[in-house]
């Protein structure tokens, strides 16, 4: 008889722990839980900006599985993190070789999408004024320059195929683009 008490206690007591554990999250501060549209509703496969063109090979992933066969060992922090719908796609220009790979994380607060822009690492980032609510340009990357920039709970990261002003360019005049497509 003691027995099942014990278990039946202990029982409780883990489903209140969880049952704590997802409210904690689902709270936020507060903070409003905006909707928004899914990732690819944005960016939909063939979508043309500033004459670069939506290549129609893209990946778009709602889990760990999915994301963990595109970034692998980071999949667990974003999809722990609050990201739930995320697009990987490439933007190929129609006049040249010159190409953005486009990463766009959805999460479930602002908040989240706060902290990924927060807690990316940069080499020499400058910060850019009119892309969403904030947004830097990292000039010191090899070959390359990204940018990355959040807007309500929308987190964006685009990064270059090469290195020259006029891609530097080109990738400010694009990134304001994609995030004024964030609703």
Do not use: H, W
């Not at 489903?15 to 899914?38: M, Q, R, T, W, Y």
Request: include cysteine.
């Amino acid at each position: 008889m003691r027995t099942s008490i014990k278990y039946a206690v202990l029982s409780l007591t883990i489903c209140l722990i969880a049952c704590g554990c997802s409210l904690f999250k689902g709270n936020d501060a507060g903070v409003e839980k905006p909707d928004g549209l899914a990732t690819i509703a944005i960016l939909p496969a063939g979508i043309e900006i500033n004459k670069f063109v939506m290549d129609k090979d893209y990946s778009n992933c709602q889990d760990v599985v999915c994301l963990a066969s595109l970034i692998d060992g980071a999949a667990p922090y974003y999809i722990n993190s609050g990201a739930n719908d995320i697009l990987f796609c490439d933007f190929k220009s129609k006049a040249s070789s010159q190409s953005f790979s486009v990463e766009i994380y959805k999460t479930n607060f602002i908040s989240d999408a706060r902290t990924f822009f927060d807690n990316a690492t940069s080499v020499n980032a400058s910060p850019l004024d009119g892309i969403g609510k904030a947004a830097r340009l990292d000039e010191g990357l090899i070959g390359t320059y990204r940018i990355e920039a959040y807007k309500k709970n929308y987190f964006v990261r685009i990064t270059t195929s090469s290195k020259d002003e006029t891609m530097k360019d080109e990738i400010v005049k694009f990134a304001k683009e994609v995030v004024s497509k964030f609703p």
